[in-house]
Structure formats: C-alpha cells, structure tokens
C-alpha cells in the first residue's frame, strides 16, 4: 500500500478512536472491555492470517518479545488510557498522548543509534506547539490539580509504555518477522494480559447492552485495532519511529473535526494558528529538503535538440 494512504487510514482512524472510547466507559470495567477488543481482533487476525496461509510459528526468543511488545503496545498501554479518559476529555487526552512523536524521536535515538535530521525536531516541536495552541482554550479553563493532574499523569504513562512497544516493533520486524502474523500473536498476548488482570481486580465479564457500547466495540476491534495497528506497524517497518509516529501529532486534529459535529467545538483563531502549525510541522518532517531539487532546475527549460534537415 502507499505511504500516504496508510498515513491517511491511521489517521483518520486513530483520529476517531477517542471519541468511540467514551462510548465504552461507564457500566463495564475499563480493563474487560479492553479484553473484549482485542480478544475480537485477535479472533480476526487469526482468522485472516488463516485464511492466506501465513506463517504463525515463531522461535521461542521471538515469542517473548512479541509478548512485551503486547503487554508495553496493547494491555498497559490502552489500560492507562481509558482511565485517563475517565478524568480527562478525549481532547485533552489526544493532546498528551501525541508527546509519543518526541519519545519515539528519543527512543530511537537511544536504541537505535539513529541519527535523527535536524528538520524532524523542529517538525515535532511545530506540531506539538500547534496542538497546544489549538486547544489553548481547553487547557486554560482546566486545572490540572486532583483529577486532571491525575489524568494527565495516566497519559503519558500510556505513552511512554507505547513508545517503548513501537521500539520492539521495529526491533521485530527488522528480525524478519512480517507484520500480520506479529499483531495477531501480539493481540492475542494482549488479550492474555488483559483477563489476567480483570480477574485479580475482581472485575465481572459483563458487557454493555447498549447500541452505542456494541457498534464502538465492534468499531475499536476491527478498525481501531487489526487495520489501524497494521497500516502504523506497516509505517514503522518502512520509515522508522520518528516519521511513522508524526501520524500521533496528526490525528488531533481528526478529533477537532468530531468535536465540531458531535461536542460542539467553537472554532477561534487558535484553531487556525494550530491547523497552519501542525500542517507547517508535517510538511518539515516529511520532506527530505536535501534529495529534492532545487526549484529553479525543475522549471529550467530544456534546450531543444538540434534536428537533421
């Protein structure tokens, strides 16, 4: 698949995802619905890998490593951030969590030895100040004392349990192990994590009977889950942490869009700063000024081939 369009499905999905999730707090405990998403697009991982005969076995050591990638990726991670929700609205939940580029940026960094361009620093600041100034007035009227400071907390905890899950993913998909069957073992190792700790919290297996709770159940499972998961695994295995996870500064602003039609979100001139911001961030991270060429030999006109008679 393209670049751009893997760019545009994780975005747009993932954009969409905090808004599903507040559907799913409420009645059910956080980590039992999480075990029914993952445990639904493990379920269809499986089947799918089943279906075009892909390759399930891996080594003993791979195993393992799948195994954290789940617990960091999929069960410690999303556990931390449907609780946050439960203090912190999914806008100023999306807003913590896109510090994954900058951890990601430094991860790499530390991990890998990877030299990161000066340009992709600079594109991540751009694009995180653009998402604070684009919800400066939500953050104004907050108080981050008790319960914000405590969801803010939960945040980026979350995130940087999944900066460290996108490092072993890079570092499993450069062993050679192909992304499909990667996830389904990893959702499934997730599920495991999951019901093992619904189950020593004391939580019952009950699910919600509400329309609302099943359609953003079934939403977050196929699509929030198997196609989001392997279109960004898709990216970091082919541009690495640093670009892939720009997609985390973008999906805000898909947030923004769902706030404007469904919580009605007042658009201000920090919108519009933040919107030019983030765009300007994008632009610098994913272009690579240096293999381009210069505008002036593009519009260069060509001389003309001399022509037998």
Same mark, same amino acid.
């Given at each position: 698949?393209?670049?751009?369009?893997?760019?545009?499905?994780?975005?747009?999905?993932?954009?969409?995802?905090?808004?599903?999730?507040?559907?799913?707090?409420?009645?059910?405990?956080?980590?039992?619905?999480?075990?029914?998403?993952?445990?639904?697009?493990?379920?269809?991982?499986?089947?799918?890998?089943?279906?075009?005969?892909?390759?399930?076995?891996?080594?003993?050591?791979?195993?393992?490593?799948?195994?954290?990638?789940?617990?960091?990726?999929?069960? *410690?991670?999303?556990?931390?951030?449907?609780?946050?929700?439960?203090?912190?609205?999914?806008?100023?939940?999306?807003?913590?969590?896109?510090?994954?580029?900058?951890?990601?940026?430094?991860?790499?960094?530390?991990?890998?030895?990877?030299?990161?361009?000066?340009?992709?620093?600079?594109?991540?600041?751009?694009?995180?100040?653009?998402?604070?100034?684009?919800?400066?007035?939500?953050?104004?009227?907050?108080?981050?004392?008790?319960?914000?400071?405590?969801?803010?907390?939960?945040?980026?905890?979350?995130?940087?349990?999944?900066?460290?899950?996108?490092?072993?993913?890079?570092?499993?998909?450069?062993?050679?192990?192909?992304?499909?069957?990667?996830?389904?073992?990893?959702?499934?190792?997730?599920?495991?994590?999951?019901?093992?700790?619904?189950?020593?919290?004391?939580?019952?297996?009950?699910?919600?009977?509400?329309?609302?709770?099943?359609?953003?159940? *079934?939403? +977050?499972?196929?699509?929030?889950?198997?196609?989001?998961?392997?279109?960004?695994?898709?990216?970091?295995?082919?541009?690495?942490?640093?670009?892939?996870?720009?997609?985390?500064?973008?999906?805000?602003?898909?947030?923004?869009?769902?706030?404007?039609?469904?919580?009605?979100?007042?658009?201000?001139?920090?919108? +519009?700063?933040?919107?030019?911001?983030?765009?300007?961030?994008?632009?610098?991270?994913?272009?690579?000024?240096?293999?381009?060429?210069?505008?002036?030999?593009?519009?260069?006109?060509?001389?003309?081939?001399?022509?037998?008679?």
């Amino acid at each position: 698949m393209h670049t751009a369009l893997l760019y545009l499905i994780t975005v747009l999905i993932w954009g969409s995802t905090w808004f599903a999730i507040e559907f799913q707090l409420g009645d059910v405990a956080v980590e039992v619905s999480l075990v029914y998403r993952f445990g639904l697009a493990a379920l269809l991982l499986w089947l799918w890998c089943w279906w075009r005969r892909l390759p399930m076995r891996m080594p003993l050591p791979l195993h393992l490593s799948v195994a954290l990638m789940a617990l960091l990726n999929f069960a *410690l991670n999303y556990y931390l951030l449907y609780q946050a929700q439960l203090y912190l609205t999914s806008a100023m939940a999306a807003i913590a969590f896109s510090t994954l580029l900058l951890m990601n940026i430094i991860n790499t960094r530390l991990f890998f030895g990877q030299p990161i361009a000066k340009r992709i620093y600079v594109g991540a600041l751009l694009g995180i100040g653009g998402i604070v100034v684009l919800f400066a007035p939500d953050l104004a009227e907050r108080s981050l004392l008790n319960t914000s400071l405590l969801g803010l907390i939960l945040v980026l905890s979350g995130t940087l349990s999944a900066s460290f899950g996108n490092m072993l993913s890079v570092h499993n998909s450069r062993r050679g192990l192909a992304i499909l069957p990667m996830n389904a073992w990893g959702m499934l190792y997730g599920t495991v994590a999951l019901t093992a700790l619904a189950l020593l919290n004391g939580k019952s297996f009950s699910i919600g009977s509400t329309p609302e709770y099943l359609w953003s159940l *079934l939403y +977050l499972s196929l699509f929030g889950s198997v196609i989001a998961f392997g279109c960004y695994f898709a990216l970091l295995k082919r541009m690495g942490p640093e670009k892939a996870s720009y997609v985390i500064v973008l999906f805000p602003l898909v947030a923004v869009v769902f706030s404007s039609l469904f919580e009605d979100f007042q658009w201000q001139l920090s919108t +519009l700063i933040g919107f030019t911001l983030v765009l300007t961030g994008n632009a610098l991270v994913l272009t690579p000024f240096h293999k381009l060429k210069p505008l002036w030999l593009r519009f260069k006109p060509r001389k003309k081939l001399a022509t037998v008679p």
